[in-house]
């Protein structure tokens, strides 16, 4: 069997006096789909950062594709929450998938011809290819999605990584969103965060609960017991069969 | 305005003047676009007025005033840029400071200076019938550096306004590519200082982009539409404030103003 392509070993993490991770370890195999699950300020997005190498861990070594993770940030695909820029920016959809391009281009002038064709390829893959020069700002919550998904996937990544992808979605588009990335999974190996548990076990083999600290189990072993470990109060389970349909979105197994 | 025409006909003055609309024009059309996408209206400020500083040392030192515009433009906005980076949380007050000790130590230079007083209202307001031919060319050569500049990094320019966190993830030096852009809005505003002086910078550096992204979607293409507008912009104020002698800066500011407002309102009724 070849050997993880991410070892997160004994890391410890804090903003300022906060300890956000403590002494979390976890190896991800060629080809799983892990989720990790968790509460809000759980540590969540600081462990998807760590392992791309936007942070440092304080204690414990992470190793990405047998190097540091800011060498190996370049084979990773990231797709981060998107409260996080602007939607009014005004850059087109081909625009914004093109940039999964910079570091595998050339430096100066524009991007050439192959790039473009790269991106295209994941415009296809991704269902966008129509959109792809309408401006960002004119999309709906399910496009610009997938515009991030396919900006990630123009980079060739051998992992990808997401934060909340299904976060400012409605549950229809969340399933094509999931159904697109079990797609993928065929030749990527994919880590999604989300506090949706109810929903991406569906999906996924199996899921990291994190909370400060980790605990992985494989789906099927999931109980109302290691939930309410993991959230600290009762929760109203949402079976793995169940699949969610408009009505019932997944938050609501938190309560 | 026929007495406009008659007089470029015939005078150097504002043959000159109007190369410098042209020339500062193609600057504040490439690089406002960045100033209003990334939000920095407030640090262009900071660096127009703490040019003021560099002007004054620099007339104090009996040198070229455009040198001292130059280093102390580029010197804020590479403060400004790394402060930003790294402390972020002091950015605004930084910003503040450097405005107006900027200005206060412009203005101790220039009162301290012997002989003859400058006009310090031709620094802040801007004096555009008064630039002399060798400041063209100065001008041109800027604005060829910063259109090469931006052409050649115009992808990394763009990746690191729009998501600089994946920029950093794609191996792009955000560091770098951030200042490299701060030190090109230096460059504007040293040449538009020369139009409409340190205190209307922002004017021109905002407006004519801010009402080019009512219209288009794309960056590259919101530069060209700047371009035109600070065009029609410039040399319209221009030839308004020329019979009846008006501060031409002033007149310029006025109409970009106005445009600004047209178009913003033009926005609102178009789509309630």
Redesign the interface.
Known sequence: MSPPVITVNNVSFRYNEVPVLEKVSLAVEQGEFLGIVGPNGGGKSTLLKLI???LKPLQGTIAVLGSAPQEA??Q?G?V?QFI???RH????VC??V???R??K?RT????NRYDRKRAAQAMEETEILDLAQR?I?ALSGGQLQRVLIA?ALA?DPQILLLDEPTANIDPKVEEDVFDLLKRLNERITMIVVSHDIGFISNYINRVACLNRTLVCHTTSAITGGILEQLYGSPIRMVHHETRLNGSGKAHGNHQ | MNGFIDALTSQTFLQNALWGSVLASIACGIIG?YVV?RKIGYLAGGIAHAVLGGMGAAYFLGKSPLGGALIAAIGAALLIGWVSLHEHRQEDIMISALWAVGMAAGILFISRTPGYNVDLMSYLFGNILMIPRRDLYLIAFLDLGIAVTV??????F??V???P????????SVEFFSLLLLTLVALTVVILIQVVGLVLVIALLTLPAAIA?NY????GR?MVLSILLGFLFTSGGLALSYQPDLPAGATIVMLAGGGYLLSTLGRRFRRP
Do not use: N, W
């Open positions: 791309l190498g936007l940030c370049r990773l990231y981060p996080h820029f602007d920016f005004p850059i087109s625009d914004t093109l940039q999964g910079l570091g281009t100066f002038l524009g991007f401006p700002a900006r980079c | 676009p996408v052409l050649l990094f115009f992808k990394q763009l990746a306004s729009f998501d966190e994946f920029a950093r993830l794609r191996g792009i992204g288009t979607r794309t960056l919101m």
